[in-house]
């Protein structure tokens, strides 16, 4: 059993900061890749879902244009857990924003997708 949670959401104003965390534990045998998403429920199924930013084990960065200079994504292998550092958040930020890690299973060695149920940000003044 894995389990990934979110945290660090909250209300802030336009230019304002937050922090949230994902943090990852379980059965674990290793963590490879996490990722923050931001759902759009309107959009056509299957493109419902939008990376925001990535990280591998190794540091190895992504980020969506929309985010990019703003956003920060960092990583602690030990805790398996990331971060994602928002500042000069803007009204169009406003989401729930959901965690996913890849995840190899300890008892079964074998790897999938995991999923949190997401931490609500709003900016609003």
């Known amino acids: 059993q894995v389990q990934v949670v979110e945290s660090g959401g909250g209300l802030v104003q336009p230019g304002g900061t937050l922090r949230l965390s994902c943090a990852v534990s379980?059965?674990?045998?290793?963590?490879?890749?996490m990722a923050w998403y931001r759902q759009y429920p309107d959009r056509a199924p299957g493109d419902q879902r939008e990376r925001i930013a990535s990280i591998t084990s190794g540091g190895r960065t992504t980020y969506v244009d929309s985010v990019k200079g703003r956003f920060t994504i960092s990583r602690d292998n030990a805790n398996n857990t990331i971060f994602l550092d928002m500042t000069n958040l803007k009204p169009e930020d406003t989401d729930v924003y959901l965690c996913t890690a890849r995840v190899m299973v300890a008892t079964t060695m074998s790897a999938d997708w995991y999923w949190g149920q997401g931490t609500q940000v709003s900016v609003s003044s």
């Open positions: 379980g059965d674990i045998h290793s963590v490879y890749l």
